[in-house]
């Protein structure tokens, strides 16, 4: 198989070789080199299109505004440049017979609306948009920094096929087309982002602030010298260079943020600079700090039934009151440097820290083994008579710290046609706990008591409970002396960490003709990642501890759960008097052997590709091949109750665990093809198409083989199994779009995409006795590949900058974008893998939409945004009215900026202004059953921006 895979290789190369040598060429002079910059020499216009008339040969601007064109035959020509929203401009230059030219070119006036404000950051955006060899859309800051949101997941979200799920009301996580967050790759300055969270690949974004980063692209199509990890998206995020600007910069954000509900204020400030320190040297960089207080009140439901009376019952209903903190500390550095004019190399640096203290006071009503239930519909009286209603009250109090940082060295190098890329990195994320208290639980059992819970479900979203029966349950359930301390929960450690290494090179060579360029690309990458994760958990009991001494107040606003605990009072007790509890060894083993994993992941690359370029087409084709390699490790952990059969046939005097280290090891690879065109038929309209094949690697926490059974002592064993033979998702994917841009700073664009997508994954409840692994179960929970999915859509988008109407209104600018996902497979229905229903994808909405009117004219510049995505499949229940759906999400948000003077600068923005919620249900019953629901009120923040 290896030699076969040489010779594909061998005679792939030599195909292009052939192909460039029969080319018709002419003897060239040298290289044209320059640099595209606006009017007032502020900012580089990356994405400037630069094209030799007579030779209809084009070329694009980079990061730091500059280009080049190798072998360039001696002569006079005519060079073009244009950038959306300027006008274009050509330049009559002078090829020398010897040597090489270089010119500078610029665009636009001096009024800075290439440089300032939404004018700039919408001008910018779309000419890399119109520039990029793929599906892309992008986002940019401008000049001095400004970005719209607080996060980077906050941000994205007004990009065409965008979605954002929220985590307490903050975007967190990012869906490109109705797709789940996992099936994008997230990556900094090159460097691909390993995730803080033990179970996931996907980065949480809200890590990272906005005030770090100058751009992110979103690329929804892939090349082969692209990693290939990627269904939704690749989400290339880029740090400053000091390159970028032409004129040193020093900026102070200082900003107050306030939410309705918590009623604080807390700060955010910044610094962002870039300097050069010469010609050829240049540093960047910046510090943010956020502080955020703010509150949440939530209600969850679960365990919902028909009963034989045909009533809809749920199990239990829980109310939680949140206290949040929430801290961001976000830095970067960038040094860039030139060595002569055919060599760049930067290093860049970036370090992001999350800090999450959360209180949650809980009060549960647990009503799985009440007796007489009575009422119809929505509004149903649960009694203890000839059953029992627990009632638990209790406290989480949770600190958690998530960090990122990465560091990448590199550059690149042009020389008489042939261009090298080059780079080494390092990325590490860790997420820690140590001594959360997650949580403490106290509880009071109510049996043939006389006590009658009430629940009006009539408001679905927010249920209100009622307590009846006789006076001395009803007092009873209101004393919190009746509550008495069941365990505290320890978080000793959870320690969760990803790291990466990587490095690559690439090499192309350009051939010259009449027509165009065609250019012959190869590359090779490594990637060595190891992710882990350790857990210590400590269950402590007291006995006769009861809430009474340890009682605060609610700030819940949905209904009355007093008494509830002091949200500080259980740890200041606990750490005061440790030596009262007792340890309870068996459950604190069990639950931290389970969790326990290693996985070393190893991804070797390497690709070939062919590129053609000429004044309106643009074709890149070729393949790439990644070969994976894992060594993963965890435990295989058997709990046996008392009375069960031990391993060797003998009885468990006692509950028993019994812990055996398991390691896999695998590898597999990959051919990926792709192919991409890029046609200019006319000026300022381009039509794209790509086709490619791609691959999502499973979670690490999925192939982790952590095998964990229970057996009571009538030696049934129920299990839950990770699954190292999981096969990565693979998909064939297809792209077409056409797009034009507009005079005075616009583009209306138009896509269609379509994937089939083979072994996504689903977790596969069997009720059936059988063995897994050598392992015998009489139930079981298995993650495993499913049937292939099918995902197709649409993306529209408007964008315009409205100059063409009278004054005042010539200051106008919209945004609009809608896409439609269509995505579906098959899944086993209650564990039958032969017994399949159709689904919607998990995490896939079918309407995302995003619209945006803002007025920019003198000092003056406003926003309001509105961001829509309809329902989606969050969980998969064993049937389909069991399956837990997001409900509709609708967000207002407004900004206003004003510019006191040309350094000073004053902001407002009010963040959910119609107060969006989260709600969660499930359809048993034929009606929609709350899951959950939470509300957050609005946010308004306020500050100023000063430039040095």
Same mark, same amino acid.
């Given at each position: 198989?290896?030699?076969?895979?040489?010779?594909?290789?061998?005679?792939?190369?030599?195909?292009?070789?052939?192909?460039?040598?029969?080319?018709?060429?002419?003897?060239?002079?040298?290289?044209?080199? +320059?640099?595209?910059?606006?009017?007032?020499?502020?900012?580089?216009?990356?994405?400037?299109?630069?094209?030799?008339?007579?030779?209809?040969?084009?070329?694009?601007?980079?990061? &730091?505004?500059?280009?080049?064109?190798?072998?360039?035959?001696?002569?006079?020509?005519?060079?073009?440049?244009?950038?959306?929203?300027?006008?274009?401009?050509?330049?009559?230059?002078?090829?020398?017979?010897?040597?090489?030219?270089?010119?500078?070119?610029?665009? $636009?006036?001096?009024?800075?609306?290439?440089?300032?404000?939404?004018?700039?950051?919408?001008?910018?955006?779309?000419?890399?948009? !119109? @520039?990029?060899? +793929?599906?892309?859309?992008?986002?940019?800051?401008?000049?001095?920094?400004?970005? =719209?949101?607080?996060?980077?997941?906050?941000?994205?979200?007004?990009? =065409? /096929? #965008?979605?954002?799920?929220?985590?307490?009301?903050?975007?967190?996580?990012?869906?490109?087309?109705?797709?789940?967050?996992?099936?994008?790759?997230?990556?900094?300055?090159?460097?691909?982002?390993?995730?803080?969270?033990?179970?996931?690949?996907?980065?949480?974004?809200?890590?990272?602030?906005?005030?770090?980063?100058?751009?992110?692209?979103?690329?929804?199509?892939?090349?082969?010298?692209?990693?290939?990890?990627?269904?939704?998206?690749?989400?290339?995020?880029?740090?400053?260079?000091?390159?970028?600007?032409?004129?040193?910069?020093?900026?102070? !954000?200082?900003?107050?943020?306030?939410? &309705?509900?918590?009623?604080?204020?807390?700060?955010?400030?910044?610094?962002?600079?870039?300097?050069?320190?010469?010609?050829?040297?240049?540093?960047?960089?910046?510090?943010?700090?956020?502080?955020?207080?703010?509150?949440?009140?939530?209600?969850?439901?679960?365990?919902?039934?028909?009963?034989?009376? %045909?009533?809809?019952?749920?199990?239990?209903?829980?109310?939680?009151?949140?206290?949040?903190?929430?801290?961001?500390?976000?830095?970067?550095?960038?040094?860039?440097?030139?060595?002569?004019?055919?060599?760049?190399?930067?290093?860049? /640096? #970036?370090?992001?820290?999350?800090?999450?203290?959360?209180?949650?006071?809980?009060?549960?009503? !647990?009503?799985?083994?009440?007796?007489?239930?009575?009422?119809? $519909?929505?509004?149903?009286?649960?009694?203890?008579?000839?059953?029992?209603?627990?009632?638990?009250?209790?406290?989480?109090?949770?600190?958690?710290?998530?960090?990122?940082?990465?560091?990448?060295? $590199?550059?690149?190098?042009?020389?008489?046609?042939?261009? @090298?890329?080059?780079?080494?990195?390092?990325?590490?994320?860790?997420?820690?706990?140590?001594?959360?208290?997650?949580?403490?639980?106290?509880?009071?059992?109510?049996?043939?008591?006389?006590?009658?819970?009430?629940?009006?479900?009539?408001?679905?979203?927010?249920?209100?409970?009622?307590? %009846?029966?006789? *006076?001395?349950?009803?007092?009873?359930?209101?004393?919190?002396?009746?509550?008495?301390?069941?365990?505290?929960?320890?978080?000793?450690?959870?320690?969760?960490?990803?790291?990466?290494? %990587?490095?690559?090179?690439?090499?192309?060579?350009?051939?010259?003709?009449?027509?165009?360029?065609?250019?012959?690309?190869?590359?090779?990458?490594?990637?060595?990642?190891? !992710?882990?994760?350790?857990?210590?958990?400590?269950?402590?009991?007291?006995?006769?501890?009861?809430?009474?001494?340890?009682?605060?107040?609610?700030?819940?606003?949905?209904?009355?759960?007093?008494?509830?605990?002091?949200?500080?009072?259980?740890?200041?007790?606990?750490?005061?008097?440790?030596? *009262?509890?007792?340890?309870?060894?068996?459950?604190?083993?069990? &639950?931290?052997?389970?969790?326990?994993?290693?996985?070393?992941?190893?991804?070797?690359?390497?690709?070939?590709?062919?590129?053609?370029?000429?004044?309106?087409?643009?074709?890149?084709?070729?393949?790439?091949?990644?070969?994976?390699?894992?060594?993963?490790?965890?435990?295989?952990?058997?709990?046996?109750?008392?009375?069960?059969?031990?391993?060797? $046939?003998?009885?468990?005097?006692?509950?028993?665990?019994?812990?055996?280290?398991?390691?896999?090891?695998?590898?597999?690879?990959?051919?990926?093809?792709?192919?991409?065109?890029?046609?200019?038929?006319?000026?300022?309209?381009?039509?794209?198409?790509?086709?490619?094949?791609?691959?999502?690697?499973?979670?690490?926490?999925?192939?982790?083989?952590?095998?964990?059974?229970?057996?009571?002592?009538?030696?049934?064993?129920?299990?839950?199994?990770?699954? =190292?033979?999981?096969?990565?998702?693979?998909?064939?994917?297809? &792209?077409?779009?056409?797009?034009?841009?507009?005079?005075?700073?616009?583009?209306?664009? *138009? %896509?269609?995409?379509?994937?089939?997508?083979?072994?996504?994954?689903?977790?596969?409840?069997?009720?059936?006795?059988?063995?897994?692994?050598?392992?015998?179960?009489?139930?079981?929970?298995?993650?495993?590949?499913?049937?292939? @999915?099918?995902?197709?859509?649409?993306?529209?988008?408007?964008?315009?900058?409205?100059?063409?109407?009278?004054?005042?209104?010539?200051?106008?600018?919209?945004?609009?974008?809608?896409?439609?996902?269509?995505?579906?497979?098959?899944?086993?229905?209650?564990?039958?893998?032969?017994?399949?229903?159709? #689904?919607?994808?998990?995490?896939?909405?079918?309407?995302?939409?995003?619209?945006?009117?803002?007025?920019?004219?003198?000092?003056?510049?406003?926003?309001?945004?509105?961001?829509?995505?309809?329902?989606?499949?969050?969980?998969?229940?064993?049937?389909?009215?069991?399956?837990?759906?997001?409900?509709?999400?609708?967000?207002?948000?407004?900004?206003?900026?004003?510019?006191?003077?040309?350094?000073?600068?004053?902001?407002?923005?009010?963040?959910?202004?119609?107060?969006?919620?989260?709600?969660?249900?499930?359809?048993?019953? @034929?009606?929609?059953?709350?899951?959950?629901?939470?509300?957050?009120?609005?946010?308004?923040?306020?500050?100023?921006?000063?430039?040095?």
């Amino acid at each position: 198989m290896h030699q076969l895979r040489t010779v594909r290789s061998r005679i792939l190369l030599g195909t292009c070789l052939s192909l460039a040598a029969a080319l018709p060429v002419t003897a060239y002079a040298g290289d044209l080199t +320059g640099s595209v910059t606006d009017a007032s020499d502020t900012r580089a216009l990356q994405g400037a299109q630069l094209r030799i008339v007579e030779l209809g040969r084009v070329a694009e601007a980079d990061r &730091d505004g500059s280009f080049r064109f190798a072998d360039v035959p001696a002569g006079t020509y005519t060079l073009e440049a244009r950038y959306v929203g300027a006008e274009p401009r050509t330049q009559t230059i002078s090829v020398p017979e010897s040597g090489n030219l270089s010119v500078k070119v610029v665009l $636009g006036t001096d009024d800075s609306i290439l440089v300032l404000g939404q004018s700039a950051t919408q001008a910018s955006a779309l000419s890399r948009q !119109k @520039a990029a060899d +793929g599906v892309e859309s992008v986002l940019t800051r401008d000049a001095v920094g400004q970005f =719209p949101d607080q996060n980077v997941a906050e941000s994205l979200r007004r990009l =065409p /096929g #965008i979605n954002i799920l929220n985590d307490q009301g903050e975007g967190r996580f990012v869906s490109v087309r109705g797709l789940d967050p996992e099936l994008n790759a997230t990556s900094v300055n090159g460097v691909r982002l390993p995730a803080p969270e033990s179970d996931v690949r996907s980065v949480a974004l809200d890590v990272i602030s906005s005030d770090s980063i100058e751009s992110i692209e979103v690329k929804k199509s892939l090349t082969p010298d692209m990693d290939a990890d990627t269904i939704g998206a690749s989400i290339e995020i880029h740090t400053t260079s000091a390159f970028e600007r032409r004129k040193n910069l020093l900026t102070a !954000k200082v900003e107050g943020s306030y939410n &309705d509900y918590s009623e604080k204020l807390t700060p955010k400030g910044s610094i962002d600079f870039a300097q050069r320190l010469s010609d050829n040297v240049g540093i960047s960089g910046g510090i943010s700090y956020y502080q955020r207080k703010f509150e949440t009140d939530n209600v969850e439901a679960d365990g919902w039934d028909v009963n034989d009376d %045909g009533q809809i019952t749920t199990e239990e209903v829980n109310y939680r009151d949140y206290d949040v903190e929430r801290k961001r500390l976000s830095a970067n550095l960038n040094l860039d440097f030139r060595v002569g004019s055919s060599t760049k190399l930067y290093a860049r /640096g #970036i370090y992001s820290q999350f800090d999450d203290q959360e209180y949650r006071r809980e009060t549960s009503l !647990k009503l799985e083994d009440a007796g007489e239930i009575t009422g119809t $519909g929505a509004d149903l009286v649960y009694s203890d008579a000839d059953g029992e209603i627990g009632i638990q009250r209790s406290l989480k109090d949770r600190f958690e710290r998530q960090r990122i940082r990465s560091i990448a060295l $590199g550059g690149e190098t042009d020389s008489n046609g042939w261009h @090298a890329k080059y780079s080494v990195s390092y990325a590490k994320s860790t997420e820690r706990e140590n001594g959360s208290i997650d949580p403490a639980n106290f509880e009071r059992t109510f049996e043939d008591e006389g006590l009658e819970l009430g629940l009006d479900f009539a408001d679905p979203r927010r249920p209100r409970y009622t307590v %009846g029966g006789s *006076a001395g349950a009803i007092a009873d359930f209101a004393d919190p002396s009746q509550y008495e301390l069941d365990s505290v929960q320890v978080t000793g450690l959870s320690a969760s960490q990803d790291e990466e290494w %990587g490095a690559r090179f690439d090499l192309g060579r350009e051939f010259v003709t009449d027509g165009g360029s065609f250019t012959v690309q190869a590359g090779a990458k490594g990637r060595w990642r190891d !992710k882990s994760y350790n857990l210590e958990t400590q269950y402590w009991e007291m006995d006769d501890l009861t809430m009474a001494d340890l009682v605060g107040g609610q700030t819940y606003r949905i209904t009355d759960i007093s008494p509830v605990l002091d949200k500080r009072g259980v740890r200041r007790f606990f750490n005061a008097d440790r030596d *009262a509890f007792e340890l309870n060894e068996l459950d604190s083993l069990f &639950d931290s052997t389970v969790e326990d994993y290693s996985v070393s992941e190893d991804v070797m690359a390497g690709y070939l590709l062919g590129r053609w370029d000429s004044a309106t087409l643009r074709v890149i084709g070729g393949v790439r091949y990644e070969h994976t390699k894992n060594d993963i490790r965890a435990n295989t952990v058997t709990l046996i109750e008392e009375g069960g059969e031990l391993p060797d $046939g003998s009885e468990a005097e006692d509950d028993t665990v019994i812990s055996v280290p398991n390691q896999f090891k695998r590898n597999y690879d990959h051919w990926l093809p792709s192919l991409t065109v890029r046609w200019e038929p006319q000026q300022n309209l381009v039509l794209r198409a790509a086709g490619y094949k791609s691959l999502v690697r499973p979670k690490l926490s999925k192939l982790a083989p952590r095998f964990t059974i229970e057996q009571n002592d009538d030696n049934e064993r129920e299990g839950e199994f990770g699954n =190292p033979d999981l096969k990565p998702y693979e998909a064939w994917n297809f &792209d077409a779009g056409v797009e034009y841009y507009l005079p005075n700073n616009g583009a209306l664009s *138009a %896509g269609v995409f379509y994937k089939d997508v083979k072994n996504f994954i689903v977790d596969t409840n069997l009720e059936d006795a059988g063995t897994y692994n050598g392992i015998a179960y009489d139930e079981a929970t298995i993650p495993i590949n499913g049937d292939s @999915a099918k995902i197709w859509g649409l993306e529209l988008s408007y964008t315009q900058a409205l100059r063409f109407l009278p004054a005042p209104f010539d200051g106008l600018l919209v945004n609009a974008n809608y896409t439609y996902t269509d995505a579906t497979g098959h899944v086993p229905i209650d564990g039958d893998i032969t017994d399949l229903r159709k #689904i919607r994808l998990p995490s896939a909405s079918k309407h995302t939409f995003n619209a945006a009117l803002g007025y920019e004219k003198g000092p003056v510049s406003l926003r309001l945004a509105g961001t829509y995505r309809s329902k989606y499949l969050d969980e998969l229940g064993d049937d389909a009215p069991e399956d837990r759906i997001i409900d509709n999400h609708f967000q207002l948000d407004l900004s206003a900026k004003y510019d006191v003077t040309k350094q000073v600068q004053v902001f407002y923005e009010w963040v959910n202004i119609n107060n969006a919620k989260y709600y969660a249900y499930n359809n048993v019953g @034929a009606r929609q059953n709350l899951l959950q629901f939470e509300q957050y009120k609005w946010t308004m923040k306020f500050g100023a921006r000063v430039k040095f």
